[in-house]
């Protein structure tokens, strides 16, 4: 069966804990954003997959690892006793460290959009950055690790450098804001 009736009066329970919540709960907007993270970062994959595949970096692998750490992400954030570790934060750091020097830094802030995977990858971007929001605010109540925060904030610079790298692999030009 597909649904339970539990949820019909606004309340939702999470892993390991008679309490119901009120659907609404900070927790719960937490659990929802980073769940919509993962499935834009399904759109991302599924997108990549339709690439040239790059000689220089698997998008395909590396956005495959980013879905199962925020699996870890909700599970923590759910109470499972499952953590981000402090390696998948150096991992991150790592790709960063690998993809930035691939592309020509910009200057400035970029326009979304130079090719259909760099688009999405920034839009994965900036639903990272409120999903990281929303883990903050739900960490008021629940318990969320040092590692997970920093994961959260590493992130969304890993999508931001893919993106660019996404671009340059078309060959296609960014362009900044004219203000």
């Known amino acids: 069966m597909f649904y339970t009736r539990k949820g019909d009066d606004g309340t939702s329970g999470v892993f390991g804990s ?18 919509e993270l993962n499935s834009l970062l399904g759109i991302c994959y599924a997108k990549s997959a339709n690439q040239v595949p790059s000689k220089e970096v698997s998008i395909l692998e590396i956005i495959r690892q980013l879905q199962q750490d925020l699996f870890v992400v909700q599970a923590e954030l759910a109470g499972a006793d499952k953590h981000i570790t402090n390696e998948r934060v150096l991992h991150l750091e790592n790709i960063i460290a690998e993809v930035a020097p691939l592309f020509e830094p910009p200057q400035g802030f970029v326009i979304a959009g130079a090719n259909e995977l760099s688009a999405w990858l920034d839009f994965a971007r900036s639903v990272s950055r409120r999903a990281e929001r929303a883990v903050i605010a739900a960490s008021h109540e629940s318990s969320v690790s040092p590692d997970t925060r920093t994961y959260l904030n590493r992130l969304s610079s890993v999508l931001y450098v893919l993106a660019r790298y996404a671009a340059k ?4 030009k960014e362009q900044n804001p004219s203000y």
Not at 18 to 35: H, I, Q, S
């Open 18 to 35: 008679d309490k119901r919540r009120e659907k609404d709960d900070p927790l719960f907007n937490a659990l929802g954003t980073v769940d």
């Open 169 to 172: 692999e078309s060959d296609e």
